[in-house]
């Protein structure tokens, strides 16, 4: 059930080799159920955490025209993340970036307020997860991607 390093292998369901303080008839048993083909899976990347993710952020406040408001633009990158506990590829989901974008204006003597934004500024479609079905599904991975630019203005009132 262990290597001499003392890691455990695994099989793809996720369970550990071997069986321990169970009656022989038990043991017989969970041998038929649990499939023989175990993999060392010390040292592997922990599944669904990248190694390095990070969020710059730039705001400025501003004053002028009558009122005030901010301007933010951001960027978000993410490291390649690990689907299962195995690092296959076919779950690995790729690294990504973005930047965004807003902006706000609110009058100083008025209650509404206006507001314009832009996501993904590169465009860039990228893969954002990749999540494993069941076996009996098939184990086909569910892959989501990133949308393109969009652009969008917003107005609002306070009361």
């Known amino acids: 059930a262990a290597d001499a390093n003392g890691n455990y292998f695994i099989n793809p369901q996720g369970l550990v080799a071997?069986?321990?303080?169970l009656p022989a008839t038990l043991q017989a048993g969970a041998a038929v159920l649990?499939?023989?083909?175990?993999?060392?899976?010390?040292?592997?990347?922990?599944?669904?955490?990248?190694?390095?993710?990070?969020?710059?952020?730039?705001?400025?406040?501003?004053?002028?025209?009558?009122?005030?408001?901010?301007?933010?633009?951001?960027?978000?990158?993410?490291?390649?993340?690990?689907?299962?506990?195995?690092?296959n590829e076919r779950h690995r989901t790729?690294?990504?970036?973005?930047?965004?974008?807003?902006?706000?204006?609110?009058?100083?003597n008025a209650d509404w307020y206006v507001n314009l934004w832009a996501r993904n500024i590169m465009d860039k479609r990228q893969q954002t997860t990749r999540q494993r079905?069941?076996?009996?599904?098939?184990?086909?991975?569910?892959?989501?991607?990133?949308?393109?630019?969009?652009l969008g203005l917003d107005f609002g009132y306070n009361f």
């Not at 071997?18 to 303080?21: A, E, F, Q, R, Y």
């Not at 993710?53 to 960027?75: A, D, K, R, W």
């Not at 930047?99 to 706000?104: P, W, Y």
């Not at 892959?143 to 393109?148: A, D, E, N, P, Y």
């Open 34 to 87: 649990v499939d023989s083909v175990y993999a060392q899976i010390g040292g592997n990347k922990v599944p669904g955490s990248a190694d390095l993710e990070t969020n710059v952020v730039l705001t400025q406040l501003y004053q002028g025209l009558g009122g005030s408001g901010t301007i933010i633009l951001s960027y978000r990158y993410s490291d390649e993340v690990e689907g299962d506990i195995f690092n």
């Open 18 to 21: 071997g069986t321990v303080n």
């Open 94 to 108: 790729p690294a990504s970036e973005f930047f965004n974008l807003n902006a706000t204006y609110e009058p100083d």
């Open 133 to 150: 079905t069941s076996t009996l599904q098939g184990g086909n991975p569910f892959v989501t991607f990133s949308q393109g630019m969009r």
